[in-house]
Structures are given as C-alpha cells and as structure tokens.
C-alpha cells in the first residue's frame, strides 16, 4: 500500500513538472495523457482535484526507467528530455541546411535548360548548321526564365550559394552561344570538332556535372569550374 501511494505521488510531481506533458480536456471519468504531442493509453485518475497516473506506464511513455530502493522510487529520463536546451556559443558554426526541396525542383529544371541550349548549339557545330541568333534565341530565353524561377525558390544559404553558381554557367554558357553566333555573322571558319579544344566549353561541361552531383546530394558544394 505504501508503495502505490509513493508511485501515486510520484507521479503527481512528474505531471505537474513536466511541460510538455499535456493532459487532454476530455470527459472527467475518462482521461487520457499526451506525451510529446502523441496520444498514450495511460488513464489519468482524478482524485480530488488532481491528476494521478500510473508511474510504471508513465515512464514506459517517456522511454524512461525506474528503480526501487526501500522507500525510494528513482525516476529515470533520457538524457534528451532532463537536459536543458543547449546554447550556441556566439564562435560556434552553424550549421548548413541542405538545398530545399523548392529550389532542387527549380535548379534542375534550370541546368536542363542549359544542358538543351548547350546540346542545340554543340550539334550545330558539329553538323555544320547555320549558327544564328534567331535560332538560339528561344533557348537562352528558356533558361534565363527557369533561372530566374531557381532565385525565386531559394530559401537557404545553401540554396543562394547554388544558385550563384548556376547564375554563372548561365553568363558561361551565354558566352559560348554569343562566341560561336559572332563567328557565323563574320563568315569565320568553324570547325566540326571547334568545342574539343574550346577551354569555356570544357569548363561548362564540368561545372555542369557538379550542379548534377550537388542535386544527387541534395548539399551545397562548390566548385571551382562554375565560377
């Protein structure tokens, strides 16, 4: 009888302490106790005026534990629910959120785009195709409306830094287009194998598979060909 009383005054103490425990407003004869924002199947009996549980289930809820001494009853919780928040300290870094669900679906839209320019442009190099602004207008236009959707969608740090570097195969790529199409209007020579040995079109092609790899990860990180 003396050990119930102390498991029911136990646990008096454990409701009242706990803040985040929430007893649920229900009917009086029938209440149910919240433990973290999900419901458990412990009874809560009202005695009273006052709540009381069973500490047994009660601490089962809390993936805690108990331990029996004479006439001591020691209720043990994890270290997660008895420590108190921790503190940043101001030299501490922070940490860097990966790229957000939002601006992953804007930033491949937009290296696809880039990767259609860049394929329409290095296929009419190589077949020997009129290369003219006209004709290569409507994809720089594509990917310059699908890189301005990635800016609206970013939303972290690590989203602002990808798209810098998405911003910059953008001018990249302009410059090769711009490249080429001035070759075309100066009758100028250009040869079907001209983007082999084309050092802007070697560091698009590279920058373009680290903004791939960045996406397969789903985390920042830089790259020196994209800058």
Known sequence: MREKLSCAIMALLFVALMPNLLVSPTAEENRYLIVNGQPSQITILQINGRSYADLEALAHAVHGSLAFSG????????????????????????????????????????????????SVLANAIRNQYPIGENSLAAFRDQAATSLRLASVAASTDADRSAFLLLSNEFINMKQLNDKYVAKTQSASYIAPNSLQDDDLDKKIVTCGHAIAAMAASGQFQDDDSCH
């Open 71 to 118: 006439n001591q009853i020691a209720l043990t919780l994890p270290s997660s629910a008895t420590s108190p928040p921790s503190t940043s300290s101001p030299a501490a870094s922070p940490t860097v959120p990966g790229l957000s669900r939002d601006f992953l679906k804007a930033g491949i839209e937009a290296m696809s785009n880039l990767r259609e320019w860049h």
